[in-house]
């Protein structure tokens, strides 16, 4: 049809183009009168169709000049219409009308003034139009007579021009004929309108059909809205092209709601598919359709199709990564692709709806909240809350705050999300900036680690993908965070600006003079922020050459004024920043990536200013020994990193032997003339043979001495210019000596070997057994000479443990026997001198805290006091109540792991105390974790040479029990402070955390993945003691017919390997349990730690799969529970398996956990000593033990009710000292902790029970029911427990979780009973005749504890009360429900005791009888209403029953 159109109007236009030559030849012939109306261009023909519209008013054009209009539209639309209606051919005169027109129209240029608008015509006046018209065509649409043939050919012209390309004089013909039908006072028949038009979209091509569609809103009557929206939504689903214009006409149309969903959800499944240019109108229409009802259903629907990784091109993501440094430089984030700008566009149309519309921005937050794993979050939730916070109108900023945090600490948002967000959506997040700043700083504030960790990438991302301005805006907020004074805000914000140096030295070098400004702020600062600070100084002012000089000379200035201080503080300060200072100067670019690679080579100038400070550092701290300690410390750390420039190590190491030599060494004399406090001794010394000509560290007489001069002479600047020898700085400058002599000979320590086999000027040390004899100077000195002996030994093993020469294994072997000798003395020691304060040995911290020390006098107070208590408690109260008192007043640590000579006979002496070394941890040296492979060694042969180097004797050296106890007591703590096993471990911000950071200065240098790759290494060795820990009480229950408490053991053996025994398994807990095992990265080093221990149960001959590797580790680990000899080593063996079983998806291991639990349970617990367990370590172990029995038995109710129904009736048929037959760990002391936890987890299980609904089928109504009942019988079992077990705390547990418990019921259980009640009776009777019994016991122990007037008991009543009453009714609500109302009737509960004997007043004691009244105030008794159902009310439930029942007969 097109085509024959097309064809028809060739040949049509080229008789016009004819008929107008003809024409003008005429005119030429004609004369000059026909020239002038040529001129004008007037149309003056016969036709009806020109004579009408002349008459009407409307003078026709030729070419290029518009129709005139005479008179008014209206008017020339009324004179026309009359003449049309008064012709004398009328109706045919229409007829007529019309193919006048179409012959006219036949010429494309009189068509396009038909269709353009008219000018106005006057006489006096040009042409050119005065005010708009409307064109010719859309004035004869505006008469009813003529509309509808004026409309069909019109729809009929429109083909022709379809295919037509851009015409000379750039007019759309299409177009403009579209433009016609629009805004029609009134349409004579829309519906065959509606008609043509979606014929006319269904042929024609994209663009005519993209204009038509935005037309018909204005083209269409409402009538027709939701018919044309119905043909769009068919049509949006087959042409996505046409995506935009077919929302821009739906949003303009009034549809019916029903409609208006149908809409969107067809325009929500094509949401996947859209082209990203149409992105923003789509979801523009989405939100604008949104209603409250709908809101959330919509946005969980739009956030779940909404891709934005599909937004992303491949070569952005790839340019991405190069972007960093080119934002490094300062470039701004520039609009680079039509794809970010209509990512922006998006955000923007989400923006200006979460501002104007609260519904919508209330529906983005429930539906981010109702996401509840990391794998389900994407990109749009973390940059909806960034527009939903910058937006604060319609959603309070500390929502947000709080959503995002809740998310991150449940890892549900991770890092990786947030790196995506400004990696490939940095134009977006950029708009956002002023939210990324307020939120990072609130993130950073945060108490849990890992929304402090997730502010701070915030902030680095900020900086490194932003322009200069939010980089200027990072660092400011960082320096602010800085001088907050809180601990943890002050160390993430340092560690920050650490990795942004390292990163990007030279965009931050531009800011250094923000950070300089943290200077002033120092006195506030702990030594480990410090140097934090000065290496980001130093780093900024040496990594840019001339540039960093303004700085470098304000740290000069600071650091000269700081060494000059004679307070310690200020010094110290001095010390390190002038060695962080002289790192920086001799940094080797070379060497090391982190530094700079701008930085040039150290010339002459640097070096001489670098040995400059490190000689005036030196000078300003040779005559305080901290001072001088803190000094060899901070050397030993910079020469350990490696980077040093050649000349500076050769400077450091030149001098270093030779002052070792001459402060600490001396030559090994046989006869010592005593001239010092204590007997001089040389002790320990490994090479024997060498007596003759040996060297020995001067230890005994160099502490006499400084503390000599120390008592003298008091005041430093007396000191004069001699340099203060002191054993204080011993260890750390033996420590910078290693170092240096590492580095170098690569490793090589044979220029210092003899140092680890070279006696100790002590003293006799037989003198530890009569210390108390000796006066308090000789005690203290002591006390001194065996911590410095004890640093040095354990800084001895950090230099020598990495040498693989068999006989310097042996020996080192053999300092760690020294060193758990020296501690066995020591704690003697220390405990006869009460007050004493050890010497420093980490110089890097500030220990706020001494160690406790109780004087003798206070322990036989405290002994007296609790004899008196247990007198008291024996003469009051009943039997039970009296034994189970003994639960809130427990032995202390008897349970405890032995760290040392702590338990013995002596406890008994009157004022004798022994200290835990634990305590002192502080003031030893910390070890390296190299000292670790220590625990690789076996039997080490140690070879004696006679003088002629043969061999003499052969020693068998190995690690004993001690030392192996010693090394996995120290790996423990290492990995429990690197390896977090929960990201939301809290920050105490208001406490010095500096105590717990103490000893840890080497681990911190690493990472978490490095020291859990360490750990790895060493899973073998710890499995091999594992299992030599599991033979040993294998064996020795072999011998003893599985008793492990037989007299004539071994006790002190005993007792140190079930401490290795659970330090063992404390440590594979502790590494399994890290939660950087759950990034991906770390899935490798997981899956090699699983390989070992899998491979110890059964070597594998292929490589086996993630889920295989659990299996069989998880059936390695169960081998141990048959040998496991302490209670928390039971405890620490469920959690690890829990902890393997958690990565794996075998459902057996639920099953097979409760089994292990509950064999534990079943175990007695007997020390070696032949005592049975006891104290609130193991009552807190007893406790966990029972909560994961409980958690992973298949039914929690069936195993309470075995508990209470059987173990507790055994117990108490027993003894006084007796247990349960079935469950051996129930006593009378550990009842508490078993009926605190049953109560606990029943209160737990009952609320998983689903409330009833009355949709739930028969089924499901008696399996709840069923589990009601079991429920309700388990309660009862608990509650009447109470009448035996009588004891204050046994009370407490059950007033508070009884409440808890009716609590559920009401709330899950009334509606089920609602539902149940017709058809399941007599259930629904025994579960409420068994629950009434328990709550007039609850009720009874109300007025018990009134009675008493005990406050922590009576806290609970009235809350306890409430429900009970609130019960009663509810009762009464479910009958009459249920028609049954006239079963029940109320009456006044008497108060009784837990015995059940009535409560009488005073009054009525007197009278011996009367009247049934209250001890408790009267308003209180009228509270007491409770269901006195009873039997009387039971009776008639019954009745009421077999009633309905004979009527549903009848």
């Given at each position: 049809m097109?085509?024959?159109?097309?064809?028809s109007?060739?040949?049509?236009?080229?008789m016009?183009?004819?008929?107008?030559?003809?024409t003008?030849k005429?005119?030429?012939?004609?004369?000059?009168?026909?020239?002038?109306s040529a001129e004008?261009g007037?149309v003056?023909d016969?036709t009806?169709?020109?004579?009408?519209?002349?008459t009407?008013?409307?003078?026709?054009?030729?070419?290029?000049?518009?129709?005139?209009?005479?008179?008014d539209?209206?008017?020339?639309?009324?004179?026309?219409?009359?003449s049309?209606?008064?012709?004398?051919?009328y109706?045919?005169?229409?007829?007529?009308f019309?193919?006048?027109?179409?012959?006219?129209?036949?010429?494309?240029d009189?068509f396009r003034?038909?269709?353009?608008?008219c000018?106005q015509?006057?006489?006096?006046?040009?042409?050119?139009?005065?005010?708009?018209?409307?064109s010719?065509?859309?004035?004869?649409?505006?008469i009813?007579?003529?509309?509808?043939?004026?409309?069909?050919m019109?729809?009929?012209?429109?083909?022709?021009f379809?295919?037509?390309?851009?015409p000379e004089?750039g007019?759309?013909?299409?177009?403009?004929i579209i433009?016609?039908?629009k805004?029609?006072?009134?349409?004579?028949?829309?519906?065959?309108?509606?008609?043509?038009v979606?014929?006319?979209?269904?042929?024609?091509?994209?663009?005519?059909?993209?204009?038509?569609?935005?037309s018909?809103?204005?083209i269409?009557e409402?009538?027709?809205?939701?018919?044309?929206?119905?043909?769009?939504?068919?049509?949006?689903?087959?042409?996505?092209?046409?995506?935009?214009?077919i929302?821009?006409?739906?949003s303009?149309?009034n549809?019916?709601?029903e409609?208006?969903?149908?809409?969107?959800?067809?325009v929500?499944?094509?949401?996947?598919?859209v082209?990203?240019d149409?992105l923003p109108v789509v979801?523009?229409?989405?939100?604008?359709?949104i209603t409250?009802?709908?809101?959330?259903?919509v946005?969980?629907?739009?956030?779940?199709?909404?891709?934005?990784e599909?937004c992303?091109?491949p070569?952005q993501?790839?340019?991405s990564?190069?972007?960093?440094?080119?934002?490094?430089?300062?470039?701004?984030v520039?609009r680079?692709n039509?794809?970010?700008?209509?990512v922006?566009i998006m955000?923007d149309?989400?923006?200006?709806?979460v501002?104007?519309?609260?519904?919508?921005?209330?529906a983005?937050i429930?539906?981010?909240?109702s996401?509840d794993?990391?794998?389900?979050?994407?990109?749009i939730?973390l940059?909806v809350?960034?527009?939903?916070?910058?937006?604060?109108?319609?959603?309070s900023?500390k929502?947000?705050?709080?959503?995002?945090?809740?998310?991150i600490?449940l890892?549900?948002?991770?890092?990786?999300?947030l790196?995506?967000?400004?990696?490939?959506?940095?134009?977006?997040?950029r708009?956002?900036?002023?939210?990324?700043?307020?939120l990072a700083?609130?993130?950073?504030?945060s108490?849990?680690?890992s929304?402090?960790s997730?502010?701070s990438?915030?902030y680095?991302y900020?900086?490194?993908?932003?322009?200069?301005?939010?980089?200027?805006?990072?660092?400011?907020?960082?320096?602010?965070h800085?001088?907050s004074g809180f601990?943890a805000?002050?160390?993430?914000s340092l560690?920050?600006?650490?990795?942004?140096?390292?990163?990007s030295?030279s965009?931050m070098?531009?800011?250094a003079i923000?950070?300089?400004?943290?200077?002033?702020y120092?006195?506030?600062?702990?030594?480990q922020?410090?140097?934090?600070?000065?290496?980001?100084?130093s780093?900024?002012a040496?990594?840019?050459g001339?540039?960093?000089?303004?700085?470098?000379?304000?740290m000069?200035?600071?650091i000269?004024?700081?060494?000059?201080s004679?307070i310690s503080?200020?010094?110290?300060?001095g010390?390190?920043?002038?060695?962080?200072?002289v790192?920086s100067?001799?940094?080797?670019?070379?060497?090391?990536?982190?530094?700079?690679s701008d930085l040039?080579?150290?010339?002459?100038?640097?070096f001489r200013?670098?040995t400059?400070?490190?000689?005036?550092?030196r000078s300003?701290?040779e005559h305080?020994?901290?001072?001088?300690?803190?000094y060899y410390d901070?050397?030993a750390n910079?020469?350990q990193k490696?980077n040093?420039?050649?000349?500076?190590?050769?400077?450091?190491?030149?001098?270093?032997?030779?002052d070792f030599q001459?402060d600490?060494v001396?030559d090994?004399i046989?006869?010592?003339?005593?001239?010092y406090?204590?007997?001089?001794?040389?002790?320990?010394?490994?090479?024997?043979?060498?007596?003759?000509?040996?060297i020995?560290?001067?230890?005994?007489?160099?502490?006499?001495?400084?503390?000599t001069n120390?008592?003298?002479d008091?005041?430093?600047?007396?000191?004069?210019?001699?340099?203060?020898?002191s054993?204080v700085?011993?260890a750390s400058?033996f420590?910078?000596?290693?170092?240096c002599?590492?580095?170098?000979?690569?490793?090589?320590l044979?220029e210092i070997?003899?140092?680890?086999g070279?006696?100790?000027h002590?003293?006799?040390?037989?003198l530890v057994e009569?210390?108390?004899?000796?006066s308090?100077?000789?005690r203290?000195?002591l006390?001194?000479?065996?911590?410095?002996?004890?640093?040095?030994f354990?800084?001895?093993?950090?230099g020598?443990c990495?040498?693989?020469?068999?006989?310097?294994k042996g020996?080192?072997?053999?300092?760690?026997q020294n060193i758990t000798?020296?501690?066995?003395?020591?704690?003697?020691?220390?405990?006869?001198?009460?007050g004493y304060?050890?010497p420093l040995a980490?110089?890097d911290?500030?220990i706020?805290?001494?160690?406790?020390?109780i004087?003798?006098a206070?322990?036989?107070?405290k002994?007296?006091?609790?004899?008196?208590?247990?007198?008291?408690?024996?003469?009051?109260g009943?039997?039970?109540?009296?034994?189970d008192?003994?639960?809130?007043?427990?032995?202390s640590e008897?349970s405890?792991m032995?760290?040392?000579?702590?338990?013995g006979?002596?406890n008994?002496?009157?004022?004798?105390v022994?200290?835990?070394?634990?305590n002192?941890?502080?003031y030893f040296?910390?070890?390296?974790i190299?000292?670790?492979?220590?625990l690789?060694?076996?039997?080490?042969?140690k070879?004696?040479?006679?003088?002629e180097?043969?061999?003499?004797?052969?020693?068998?050296?190995q690690?004993?029990?001690a030392?192996l106890m010693?090394?996995l007591?120290?790996?423990s703590?290492?990995?429990?402070?690197?390896?977090?096993?929960?990201?939301?471990?809290?920050?105490?911000?208001?406490?010095?955390?500096?105590?717990r950071?103490?000893g840890?200065?080497?681990l911190?240098?690493?990472?978490?993945?490095?020291?859990?790759?360490?750990?790895?290494?060493l899973?073998?060795?710890?499995?091999?003691h594992l299992e030599?820990?599991h033979?040993?009480?294998?064996a020795?229950?072999?011998e003893n017919?599985?008793?492990?408490?037989?007299?004539?053991?071994?006790?002190k053996?005993?007792?140190?390997?079930?401490a290795?025994?659970?330090?063992?398994l404390?440590?594979?807990?502790?590494?399994?349990?890290w939660?950087?095992?759950?990034?991906?990265?770390?899935?490798?080093l997981?899956?090699?730690?699983l390989?070992?221990?899998?491979?110890?149960l059964?070597?594998?001959?292929g490589?086996?799969g993630m889920?295989?590797?659990?299996r069989?580790?998880?059936?390695?680990l169960?081998n141990?529970?048959?040998?496991?000899?302490?209670?928390?080593?039971?405890?620490?063996?469920?959690q690890?398996?829990?902890?393997?079983?958690?990565?794996?998806?075998?459902?057996?291991?639920?099953?097979?956990?409760?089994?292990?639990?509950r064999?534990?349970?079943?175990?007695s617990?007997?020390l070696?000593?032949?005592?049975?367990e006891?104290?609130?370590?193991?009552n807190?172990a007893?406790?966990t033990l029972l909560c994961?029995?409980?958690?992973?038995?298949?039914?929690?109710?069936k195993?309470?009710?075995?508990?209470?129904g059987v173990?507790?009736?055994?117990?108490?048929?027993s003894?006084k000292e007796g247990?349960?037959?079935?469950f051996?760990?129930?006593?009378?002391q550990?009842?508490?902790?078993?009926?605190r936890v049953m109560m606990?987890?029943?209160?737990s299980?009952?609320?998983?029970?689903?409330?009833?609904?009355?949709?739930?089928?028969?089924?499901?109504?008696?399996?709840?029911?069923?589990?009601?009942?079991?429920?309700?019988r388990?309660?009862h079992i608990?509650?009447?427990?109470?009448k035996?077990?009588?004891?204050r705390?046994v009370?407490?547990v059950c007033?508070k979780h009884?409440?808890?418990f009716?609590e559920?019921?009401l709330?899950?259980?009334?509606?089920?009973?609602?539902?149940?009640f017709?058809?399941h009776?007599d259930?629904v009777?025994?579960?409420?005749?068994?629950?009434?019994?328990?709550?007039?016991?609850?009720h009874?122990?109300?007025?018990?504890?009134?009675?008493?007037?005990d406050?922590n008991?009576?806290n609970h009543?009235?809350?306890?009360?409430?429900?009970?009453?609130?019960?009663?009714?509810r009762?009464?609500?479910?009958?009459t429900?249920?028609k049954?109302?006239?079963?029940?009737w109320?009456?006044?509960?008497?108060?009784?005791?837990?015995?059940?004997?009535?409560?009488l007043?005073q009054q009525?004691?007197?009278?011996?009888?009367g009247d049934e009244?209250s001890q408790?105030p009267e308003?209180?008794?009228?509270?007491?209403v409770?269901?006195?159902?009873?039997?009387?009310?039971?009776?008639?439930?019954?009745?009421?029953t077999?009633?309905?029942?004979?009527?549903d007969?009848?």
């Amino acid at each position: 049809m097109v085509a024959k159109r097309r064809l028809s109007k060739s040949a049509d236009d080229d008789m016009v183009i004819a008929k107008d030559q003809s024409t003008a030849k005429k005119s030429k012939i004609g004369g000059r009168k026909r020239i002038a109306s040529a001129e004008e261009g007037e149309v003056d023909d016969d036709t009806v169709f020109v004579q009408l519209l002349k008459t009407a008013g409307v003078i026709l054009k030729y070419g290029n000049l518009p129709n005139k209009l005479t008179l008014d539209q209206a008017i020339f639309q009324k004179k026309l219409y009359q003449s049309l209606r008064k012709h004398a051919r009328y109706p045919n005169v229409v007829q007529e009308f019309i193919r006048g027109m179409e012959s006219y129209i036949e010429n494309r240029d009189k068509f396009r003034n038909c269709l353009l608008p008219c000018g106005q015509y006057q006489e006096g006046e040009s042409s050119n139009t005065v005010n708009y018209q409307e064109s010719l065509i859309k004035l004869l649409l505006g008469i009813e007579i003529l509309q509808p043939p004026v409309m069909n050919m019109l729809f009929e012209k429109i083909p022709e021009f379809m295919y037509d390309g851009v015409p000379e004089d750039g007019i759309n013909l299409p177009r403009l004929i579209i433009n016609q039908f629009k805004w029609l006072d009134r349409i004579v028949d829309s519906k065959d309108l509606t008609n043509k038009v979606l014929q006319l979209i269904s042929v024609a091509p994209l663009e005519i059909q993209c204009d038509i569609i935005t037309s018909l809103p204005e083209i269409l009557e409402d009538a027709q809205h939701n018919e044309i929206a119905k043909e769009l939504n068919s049509l949006l689903q087959q042409n996505t092209h046409l995506t935009v214009s077919i929302l821009d006409a739906l949003s303009s149309l009034n549809l019916r709601a029903e409609l208006l969903v149908e809409v969107r959800h067809s325009v929500m499944s094509t949401l996947s598919a859209v082209k990203l240019d149409d992105l923003p109108v789509v979801v523009k229409f989405i939100l604008h359709a949104i209603t409250t009802a709908d809101a959330m259903e919509v946005i969980r629907e739009l956030r779940k199709n909404l891709e934005l990784e599909s937004c992303v091109l491949p070569c952005q993501l790839q340019a991405s990564q190069g972007k960093q440094n080119q934002i490094a430089k300062g470039t701004s984030v520039s609009r680079e692709n039509g794809s970010n700008d209509c990512v922006a566009i998006m955000f923007d149309v989400i923006k200006a709806a979460v501002r104007f519309q609260k519904v919508t921005a209330e529906a983005w937050i429930k539906a981010i909240e109702s996401v509840d794993s990391a794998a389900e979050h994407k990109v749009i939730d973390l940059l909806v809350l960034l527009i939903l916070h910058s937006a604060g109108a319609s959603i309070s900023k500390k929502q947000v705050e709080k959503l995002l945090r809740s998310k991150i600490r449940l890892d549900q948002i991770r890092d990786q999300l947030l790196q995506v967000a400004f990696r490939s959506h940095a134009l977006v997040v950029r708009e956002y900036f002023p939210s990324v700043l307020s939120l990072a700083q609130t993130l950073l504030r945060s108490p849990d680690i890992s929304v402090v960790s997730f502010g701070s990438q915030m902030y680095k991302y900020a900086f490194m993908m932003f322009d200069s301005y939010c980089q200027q805006e990072v660092v400011g907020a960082l320096v602010t965070h800085v001088c907050s004074g809180f601990t943890a805000e002050v160390d993430i914000s340092l560690d920050v600006l650490t990795d942004l140096v390292s990163q990007s030295s030279s965009a931050m070098a531009i800011y250094a003079i923000f950070v300089k400004g943290i200077l002033d702020y120092m006195d506030n600062l702990s030594p480990q922020q410090i140097r934090k600070l000065f290496f980001i100084l130093s780093t900024l002012a040496f990594s840019r050459g001339l540039e960093g000089s303004h700085i470098q000379d304000d740290m000069h200035i600071i650091i000269r004024k700081q060494l000059s201080s004679t307070i310690s503080k200020y010094k110290r300060i001095g010390i390190i920043g002038a060695v962080m200072m002289v790192g920086s100067m001799a940094c080797d670019g070379s060497k090391v990536d982190t530094c700079s690679s701008d930085l040039p080579a150290m010339s002459k100038e640097s070096f001489r200013q670098a040995t400059a400070l490190l000689e005036l550092v030196r000078s300003c701290s040779e005559h305080s020994p901290e001072a001088a300690a803190l000094y060899y410390d901070e050397m030993a750390n910079l020469v350990q990193k490696g980077n040093l420039d050649p000349q500076v190590q050769e400077l450091i190491g030149r001098s270093v032997l030779d002052d070792f030599q001459e402060d600490f060494v001396v030559d090994l004399i046989p006869d010592i003339a005593d001239k010092y406090l204590l007997p001089l001794k040389c002790m320990f010394n490994l090479d024997e043979e060498e007596s003759e000509g040996g060297i020995v560290i001067n230890l005994l007489p160099l502490l006499s001495n400084s503390l000599t001069n120390a008592s003298i002479d008091g005041k430093p600047s007396k000191q004069g210019a001699k340099k203060c020898v002191s054993p204080v700085s011993l260890a750390s400058f033996f420590r910078l000596l290693r170092l240096c002599e590492e580095v170098q000979h690569d490793g090589n320590l044979e220029e210092i070997d003899a140092l680890l086999g070279c006696p100790l000027h002590l003293t006799n040390l037989e003198l530890v057994e009569k210390v108390e004899s000796l006066s308090k100077p000789e005690r203290e000195l002591l006390c001194s000479l065996l911590f410095h002996a004890i640093n040095w030994f354990r800084e001895v093993v950090n230099g020598f443990c990495k040498l693989q020469d068999i006989e310097m294994k042996g020996k080192v072997l053999l300092r760690l026997q020294n060193i758990t000798q020296l501690q066995g003395l020591l704690e003697k020691c220390i405990t006869a001198t009460p007050g004493y304060v050890p010497p420093l040995a980490n110089f890097d911290s500030e220990i706020t805290e001494v160690p406790p020390t109780i004087a003798p006098a206070a322990v036989a107070k405290k002994r007296n006091k609790d004899l008196k208590g247990k007198r008291k408690q024996k003469s009051e109260g009943s039997k039970n109540s009296s034994t189970d008192s003994s639960q809130t007043e427990e032995p202390s640590e008897e349970s405890q792991m032995p760290t040392g000579n702590t338990q013995g006979k002596e406890n008994n002496e009157e004022g004798k105390v022994f200290v835990n070394l634990a305590n002192y941890r502080a003031y030893f040296r910390e070890l390296d974790i190299n000292v670790f492979f220590a625990l690789q060694s076996g039997l080490v042969t140690k070879s004696q040479l006679d003088s002629e180097l043969h061999t003499k004797v052969t020693e068998v050296v190995q690690l004993g029990s001690a030392e192996l106890m010693f090394l996995l007591e120290d790996l423990s703590r290492k990995l429990d402070y690197m390896l977090v096993a929960n990201v939301t471990k809290k920050i105490l911000f208001l406490k010095v955390k500096g105590d717990r950071d103490v000893g840890f200065s080497h681990l911190r240098q690493m990472t978490p993945q490095q020291l859990a790759q360490f750990t790895l290494k060493l899973l073998n060795p710890l499995c091999n003691h594992l299992e030599n820990a599991h033979n040993f009480f294998q064996a020795l229950m072999a011998e003893n017919n599985g008793v492990v408490d037989v007299l004539g053991s071994d006790v002190k053996e005993s007792q140190r390997m079930a401490a290795c025994y659970h330090l063992l398994l404390q440590i594979l807990n502790t590494l399994f349990a890290w939660c950087g095992f759950a990034q991906n990265e770390n899935r490798k080093l997981l899956k090699s730690a699983l390989d070992v221990l899998a491979n110890r149960l059964k070597a594998g001959d292929g490589e086996l799969g993630m889920e295989e590797l659990f299996r069989q580790t998880f059936r390695y680990l169960q081998n141990f529970q048959n040998t496991i000899p302490r209670c928390a080593s039971a405890v620490t063996l469920t959690q690890l398996l829990i902890v393997i079983s958690s990565r794996s998806s075998d459902s057996q291991c639920k099953e097979k956990i409760a089994t292990i639990a509950r064999g534990f349970l079943c175990q007695s617990w007997i020390l070696p000593t032949g005592e049975k367990e006891k104290g609130n370590k193991y009552n807190e172990a007893l406790d966990t033990l029972l909560c994961i029995y409980l958690k992973h038995t298949d039914d929690v109710l069936k195993s309470v009710e075995e508990i209470a129904g059987v173990g507790v009736p055994e117990l108490m048929n027993s003894t006084k000292e007796g247990n349960s037959r079935t469950f051996p760990t129930l006593t009378r002391q550990t009842f508490l902790v078993f009926y605190r936890v049953m109560m606990r987890e029943l209160d737990s299980s009952v609320k998983e029970i689903p409330s009833g609904t009355q949709s739930d089928s028969a089924e499901v109504q008696i399996e709840k029911l069923l589990r009601w009942n079991l429920a309700v019988r388990d309660f009862h079992i608990l509650v009447n427990l109470v009448k035996v077990f009588d004891s204050r705390p046994v009370l407490g547990v059950c007033l508070k979780h009884g409440r808890l418990f009716i609590e559920s019921f009401l709330k899950q259980g009334m509606p089920l009973l609602d539902y149940s009640f017709k058809k399941h009776r007599d259930d629904v009777h025994s579960l409420l005749k068994t629950l009434q019994l328990s709550t007039r016991q609850l009720h009874h122990m109300c007025g018990h504890s009134k009675i008493n007037q005990d406050t922590n008991l009576t806290n609970h009543v009235p809350l306890l009360k409430k429900l009970l009453e609130l019960f009663v009714y509810r009762v009464k609500a479910m009958l009459t429900i249920n028609k049954c109302q006239e079963a029940f009737w109320l009456g006044n509960l008497k108060n009784r005791d837990l015995q059940g004997e009535e409560i009488l007043t005073q009054q009525s004691q007197e009278e011996s009888g009367g009247d049934e009244a209250s001890q408790l105030p009267e308003d209180d008794m009228e509270e007491e209403v409770e269901e006195e159902e009873n039997d009387e009310c039971e009776s008639k439930i019954r009745k009421a029953t077999r009633d309905d029942e004979d009527s549903d007969t009848d």
